[in-house]
Structure formats: C-alpha cells, structure tokens
C-alpha cells in the first residue's frame, strides 16, 4: 500500500513569490493535515481537512491556503512568501477525523525562501 | 491546547529497555495520549496510543498513570534505529489536529 505522497521534494523561491504544495493521502484516507517544520521552531499545526473542507487551521496568516479535492489530494498555498516561511512542510492524512485514528505522514517538501 | 511536557533528550545503551517520560498535568478526560516519533530526515511515524488503560503493540509500549497526568514509552529494546525524537501528544475529541511539543530526542550507545 502506498504511504503519504508530497510533491515537490525540495523548491527553492524568492521572496515575495506564490508556491503550491501537493499531497496525496494514502488511499481510503479523507482526512489531510498539513504541518510546518521551520528549524528551531517544532512541528506547528497549519491546516485540517476532511471531506473537502476546512475542518480547523492553525496560528498562521491568510496567505497561508489551502484546499482538498474530490479525491481526497490536498495543496497547501503559500503567498507573499518571506524568508521565515523556509521549513520542512509535512502532509499527513488519517482514515477520518476520528481524534484515536493515528496520522500517517509524508516525508515532506523542504520549501527555501531566499 | 493541553500541553506536554518531555526531557530534551535521553540516552540508553543498545539492547537495553528505554522508560521515555511524559507529563500531561492538563489532560481532560476525553484526550487521546499519541505517542510518535521522527527519525532524521523523516516525517513522524506512529508509535503507539492510549486513552485510560496501558497498550502494547509491536514496537512499544505504554504505561498511562492512573490519574491520567502522566505516562510512559516503553522501548523494550532499544536498537541504533530507535534513535529519534520521540512526541508525546494529547489528541482532543474534537479538532483532530496535532499540537507536537519539542520532544526528547534519544541517542542510543552502540
């Protein structure tokens, strides 16, 4: 079975850019939450959805975006990007949003804003 | 958010039991205690969970205190693989999302 895929691996932008993130959650999967993994800082919560909708989001600012499609892949947009936007970008997906259902996660996109 | 509170770091012996600590003082009853861990250059992988009783499974094990407020991981043989940094997070019933703390991050000694 197929894990949690993130596209692009790595991408590097300049400031003040837009960028697109891509998930696919493991098949069968409705749920998918995105995380940001900036260095220094831990993993921090930045979006939830399920059944294409926003369930929840985290502490972070409208230009942080997202959406889920009918088959259950997400992105993550990124606008106005700024050097501290630079971090490791984690999607994870879960069978539903059941909070004793474990989260699988990708292995992430490693996104530098220069 | 309820919060947790993890050592930095630990270090065992290869071959040996690892007791990794969490406190959870805040914890409501309905909170779900996760258990991941992230090796270098990963995402997290599920390790283990719990709500009130302690549970096994094949890689871990953990032990829930009876008040609820704190609990333990359980390697029971730590190998060279097990290094990573391990997360103890409280799950609420609702909003499914993760609040991950700093973690502990464990070196295991050849």
């Known amino acids: 079975e197929a894990g949690v895929t993130q596209s692009p691996t790595h991408l590097i932008k300049t400031r003040g850019q837009q960028v697109t993130l891509r998930c696919s959650p493991i098949?069968?999967?409705?749920?998918v939450y995105w995380y940001q993994q900036a260095l220094g800082l831990g993993l921090q919560f930045l979006l939830w959805?399920?059944?294409?909708?926003?369930?929840n989001r985290g502490n972070f600012p409208p230009r942080f975006s997202g959406r889920q499609f009918p088959n259950y892949s997400s992105e993550l947009n990124v606008n106005a990007l700024e050097l501290e936007d630079s971090a490791l970008y984690l999607c994870?997906?879960?069978?539903?949003?059941?909070?004793?259902?474990?989260?699988?996660f990708g292995p992430g996109t490693r996104l530098t804003v220069t | 958010d309820a919060k947790t509170t993890q050592p930095n770091s630990m270090e065992s012996n290869e071959e040996e039991p690892v007791h990794l600590p969490c406190n959870h003082s805040?914890?409501?009853?309905?909170?779900?205690i996760h258990w991941y861990r992230q090796l270098p250059s990963q995402g997290p992988e599920y390790v283990i969970h719990?709500?009130?009783s302690n549970v096994n499974n094949r890689m871990a094990s953990l032990a829930i205190a009876e008040d609820r407020k704190s609990s333990t991981l359980i390697l029971h043989r730590a190998t060279l693989r097990d290094a990573a940094v391990y997360y103890c997070?409280?799950?609420?019933?609702?909003?499914?999302?993760?609040?991950f703390g700093t973690g502990t991050s464990l070196t295991v000694i050849p």
């Open positions: 997070i409280l799950r609420p019933r609702t909003g499914n999302q993760f609040y």
């Open positions: 805040t914890i409501s009853g309905t909170d779900y």
């Open positions: 719990g709500l009130t």
């Open positions: 098949s069968g999967h409705t749920s």
């Open positions: 959805y399920d059944e294409g909708e926003e369930r």
């Open positions: 994870a997906s879960s069978l539903d949003d059941r909070s004793n259902y474990e989260q699988y």
